[in-house]
């Protein structure tokens, strides 16, 4: 086995040869950095090659080549998903309407409301005035005529309760 010494002396007469080749000799280009890894080796006492390191970098490629095709397939996935949230919110917003409609289909239950309260007024007035003859054609039909209006007031209040529960959800009224 030899010394660290010897190393050293070896190294050095190594050195030289490669300077004594010159600037663009094949063999110090292809020595370039080694040398001084032999110097490491020597001084740390360590086994660090040139090979190990080239190999490494390979490897490391490799690692580097697949997370990259990772990286790339998750980002394509992440924009199709983006895609999908984008139109899933356009879809929801389609469907929500601003304040301003809220307002409107309020006003038209209210007047729906009012006509149907104005229709089962009528039909009890002409309910009272065929009072005395429950079996006509006129009573029967004016009773009918009542209790569908009457059906729609209460329908349409209760619509009109739902409205105003969204309506006061989205001005942020809480109960």
């Given at each position: 086995?030899?010394?660290?010494?010897?190393?050293?002396?070896?190294?050095?007469?190594?050195?030289?040869?490669?300077?004594d080749?010159?600037?663009?000799?094949?063999?110090?280009?292809?020595?370039?950095?080694?040398?001084n890894?032999?110097?490491?080796?020597?001084?740390?006492?360590?086994a660090?090659?040139?090979?190990?390191?080239?190999?490494?970098?390979?490897?490391?490629e490799?690692?580097?080549?697949?997370?990259?095709?990772?990286?790339?397939?998750?980002?394509?996935?992440m924009?199709a998903?983006?895609?999908?949230?984008?139109q899933?919110?356009?879809?929801?917003?389609?469907?929500i309407?601003?304040?301003?409609?809220m307002?409107?289909?309020?006003?038209?239950?209210?007047?729906?409301?009012?006509?149907?309260k104005?229709?089962?007024?009528?039909?009890?007035?002409?309910i009272?005035?065929e009072?005395?003859?429950?079996?006509?054609?006129?009573?029967?039909?004016?009773?009918?005529?009542?209790?569908?209006?009457?059906?729609?007031?209460?329908?349409?209040?209760?619509l009109?309760?739902r409205?105003?529960?969204?309506?006061?959800?989205?001005?942020?009224?809480?109960?």
């Open positions: 086995m030899t010394t660290k010494e010897q190393e050293r002396k070896a190294l050095e007469k190594i050195q030289k040869i490669v300077a080749l010159g600037e663009n000799s094949y063999i110090g280009t292809a020595l370039d950095g080694a040398l890894l032999a110097e490491e080796n020597i001084d740390c006492d360590a660090f090659s040139a090979r190990y390191y080239i190999e490494e970098l390979h490897r490391s490799g690692k580097l080549n697949e997370a990259e095709e990772k990286i790339s397939a998750l980002e394509k996935e924009a998903q983006k895609e999908q949230f984008k899933a919110y356009e879809m929801a917003n389609r469907r309407l601003s304040a301003e409609d307002d409107a289909v309020k006003t038209l239950v209210i007047t729906c409301i009012a006509g149907f104005t229709d089962a007024n009528d039909a009890a007035e002409r009272v005035a009072a005395e003859n429950p079996k006509s054609v006129n009573f029967q039909n004016a009773v009918t005529e009542h209790r569908c209006a009457m059906e729609g007031v209460k329908r349409y209040e209760e009109s309760k409205l105003t529960a969204i309506s006061d959800n989205m001005n942020g009224v809480t109960e």
